[in-house]
Nanobody, 115 residues
Framework: QVQLVESGGGLVQVGGSLRLSCAAS????????MGWYRQAPGKQRELVAT??????NYADSVKGRFTISRDNAKNTLYLQMNSLKPEDTAVYYC??????????WGQGTQVTVSS
């Protein structure tokens, strides 16, 4: 059973930065892909960024501002968020994929960007 624990969320002003972390109980090197998703109040959960062994992918709304990375030695996934905007306010979730298993999810961490 894989456990994912997010941290690093909080309250930040417009234009500020935060770095989210996702600590995995398993060896993240074995995952096919990992990613960050977010869900704002009243909205569906949406993709923010994903990372595989060879590539990264970003939602258009965060390109150039957010960077996803992983440290296999620490079994940790990161999301560096810069130039934050009020519309980035959401609960951010970590996700891991390893076929044929169902995806694993963390409990989420709240990010609030105040203007």
């Amino acid at each position: 059973q894989v456990q994912l624990v997010e941290s690093g969320g909080g309250l930040v002003q417009v234009g500020g930065s935060l770095r989210l972390s996702c600590a995995a109980s398993g060896n993240i090197f074995s995952f096919y892909a990992m990613g960050w998703y977010r869900q704002a109040p009243g909205k569906q959960r949406e993709l923010v960024a994903t990372i595989t062994s060879g590539s990264t992918n970003y939602a258009d709304s965060v390109k150039g501002r957010f960077t996803i990375s992983r440290d296999n030695a620490k079994n940790t996934l990161y999301l560096q968020m810069n130039s934050l905007k009020p519309e980035d306010t959401a609960v951010y979730y970590c996700n891991a994929i390893k076929p044929p298993y169902a995806p694993w999810w963390g409990q989420g961490t709240q990010v609030t960007v105040s203007s």
